[in-house]
């Protein structure tokens, strides 16, 4: 028998936008955490600008909605509060200082380590924020911290 038509994936029901608060009000807080099909993630103003990512740190599941927003290299980062682990609010890049040891003259360069924290989407529409959940397929560090055991939103499902 084939399927209904009219039934919907789950799996595809988890990337539809949510909405997640007022434009007006995270203008004032500058930030604020939301569930999104029962996931967990922060979304910052920040000059201008709106960024939302998972909101457990991928080193050790820090809480990132309680870190101070820093530029390091030019590149606005969110700073884990825990052991201050330094990602980048627009690409999720965990960014580290690196110095060649057989150039003690050498100043220290910022490097990024790639991809950590996975980054959602955020849109504005009459005023109100949406949040749709990233579908990239590659496996996120920050992945293991918001899905299964450590996950403190249990699905509902
Ligand atoms: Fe975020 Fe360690 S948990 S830096």
Redesign the pocket.
């Known amino acids: 028998m084939e399927p209904e038509s009219s039934v919907q994936d789950p799996e595809e029901n988890k990337y539809t936008s949510v909405c997640v608060g007022r434009e007006d009000d995270i203008k004032k807080s500058e930030r604020m955490t939301a569930v999104v099909h029962d996931r967990e993630v922060v979304i910052f103003y920040h000059k201008g600008e709106y960024h939302a990512m998972d909101i457990r ?6 809480p ?1 909605h309680l870190g101070e927003i820093e530029d390091f290299d030019g590149r606005p980062c969110i700073v ?6 330094k990602i980048t609010l627009a690409t999720g890049e965990g960014l580290y200082q690196s110095i060649n040891p057989k150039d003690p003259s050498a100043k220290p360069k910022w490097c990024s380590k790639g991809i950590k924290q996975r980054i959602h989407a955020v849109s504005v529409d009459n005023g109100n924020i949406y949040v749709t959940l990233s579908r990239e397929p590659f496996r996120c560090d920050s992945d293991f911290y918001a899905t299964g055991d450590f996950r403190v939103i249990q699905s509902s499902s």
């Open positions: 740190c991928y080193h050790s599941g820090g990132l884990c509060p825990w052991h201050k682990y």
